[in-house]
């Protein structure tokens, strides 16, 4: 995995995630909890909303790059969070592949138009228990389109 997906943004840097697994179907990006940590002992909020407004937005420049064989800029427009329990250790997101339809609607409106939106789920997980869902949309356009 390319690492300038992460490098881009100092604070990814900071919090120190990592793309930890790619298979063409889910993402995965990891996080350590000490230096994501809340005045509670638990996971900063703010770290949590970070690292999945991240992996999203890994996913879909994985994706739209891959579709319009160049590069892409891409940003979230919409956003929403909800969690469930707190983060006690190291923690990580899964951002699953949009099913067909969805990817295909994407992908052909990225190659048309130069510019497209995606639909995005992701869940934060502490040792295989969900902590955190999300749903973000963002926003791509090829480098250079209008």
């Not at 390319?2 to 100092?10: H, T």
């Not at 969070?81 to 699953?96: N, R």
Request: glycine letters at 8%; hydrophobic letters at 40%; one cysteine or more.
């Amino acid at each position: 995995m390319n690492e300038r997906f992460w490098l881009q943004i100092p604070v990814t840097r900071h919090m120190g995630l990592r793309i930890t697994a790619w298979d063409g179907r889910t993402l995965r990006m990891d996080a350590p909890l000490a230096p994501n940590l809340n005045d509670k002992g638990t996971g900063f909020a703010g770290s949590l909303a970070t690292l999945v407004t991240f992996a999203g937005w890994a996913l879909a420049t994985l994706l739209a790059e891959d579709a319009a064989s160049c590069p892409c800029e891409v940003a979230v427009f919409e956003s929403d969070m909800q969690y469930i329990a707190p983060v006690t250790g190291d923690f990580y997101a899964l951002v699953p592949v949009p099913d067909e339809d969805g990817r295909c609607s994407f992908e052909r409106s990225l190659l048309q138009r130069g510019r497209a939106r995606i639909a995005l789920t992701a869940s934060i997980f502490q040792e295989g228990e969900e902590k955190v869902r999300y749903r973000g949309k963002y926003a791509v356009r090829r480098k250079g389109a209008g």
